[in-house]
């Protein structure tokens, strides 16, 4: 009897792929929500806050703290809340994550991505009159600039996350360094790409919206970008311990436990 009391219950690998596809999705429908109700033509938030990069910071903020908060939650403690295939790629490449549940968990954010999109046809001509969010490139610039663009930002977003991970004291404040960083980034970047810096956002508005103008951007971009942060953080990449963002200590499932052997 005792045995079966303190027996611990590990989710299957389908309970982290669910959960990694149910934050996606919670990003996706949120935090691109938030984006068309600042930005989407005749928009209530333009006349409190006239000035676009002021707005911009402001949903830099929002869309992260998104992110924050999912990182946070119980799902957040389930599967890691990646919520973006290039930082899985970035947790495999650093031999944090085993191959086949890093390819599970991109199929989860792209399924995620666009289930959390569809809702969004919900807000009518406001979401449709920006497409519904959709990461396209800015008027005015070369193909290189904006690919560019995601390359660096994307380097940035992953940079910091290896930064705060790989050191303890700094570690625990991770998801509050997100909307901190997207605040800054969103106001510098928006303009010219958009800021994806994530395959899975950029591609679930493409589908409900049917826009795809430069879309392989926002693929190569990011992981591109990603790579770059990883081979630049190598030196310090082996005080990470597990493939999360937070609630370091819980991995009951062995799946995002470090591995002896990086890829």
């Known amino acids: 009897m005792g045995a079966r009391v303190n027996e611990i219950v590990r989710p299957s690998a389908w309970q982290l792929f669910l959960a990694e596809m149910i934050g996606t999705a919670l990003l996706m429908f949120l935090g691109l929500s938030s984006v068309i109700l600042m930005f989407g033509q005749d928009n209530p938030i333009e006349k409190l806050v006239p000035s676009i990069v002021v707005r911009r910071a402001m949903n830099g903020f929002l869309f992260g ?81 904006v690919l560019l663009g995601e390359v660096l930002t994307t380097f940035c977003l992953v940079t910091a996350l290896c930064i705060f991970l790989a050191f303890h004291r700094l570690r625990r404040y991770t998801p509050l360094m997100i909307p901190i960083l997207f605040a800054i980034m969103v106001p510098l970047e928006a303009s010219i790409s958009g800021i994806s810096v994530n395959p899975a956002r950029s591609f679930g508005p493409s589908v409900i919206s049917g ?19 990883i081979l630049f953080c190598n030196s310090f990449a082996k005080r990470i311990e597990t493939a999360k963002l937070y609630h370091f200590d819980s991995d009951p499932s062995g799946l995002l436990t470090r591995i002896q052997n990086p890829i």
């Open 65 to 145: 703290s998104v992110g924050a908060l999912i990182a946070l939650s119980p799902l957040g403690k389930i599967s890691g809340a990646h919520v973006n295939p290039v930082v899985t790629m970035g947790f495999w490449l650093m031999g944090k994550m085993r191959r086949r549940p890093a390819v599970g968990y991109v199929l989860a954010q792209f399924v995620g991505a666009l289930l959390g999109s569809i809702p969004l046809v919900l807000w009518g001509p406001l979401g449709r009159s920006i497409n519904f969010a959709a990461t396209v490139p800015g008027n005015g610039y070369t193909t290189l600039t």
């Open 211 to 229: 826009v795809w103008k430069g879309w392989w951007i926002y693929w190569i971009g990011p992981l591109l970008g990603s790579l770059l942060a």
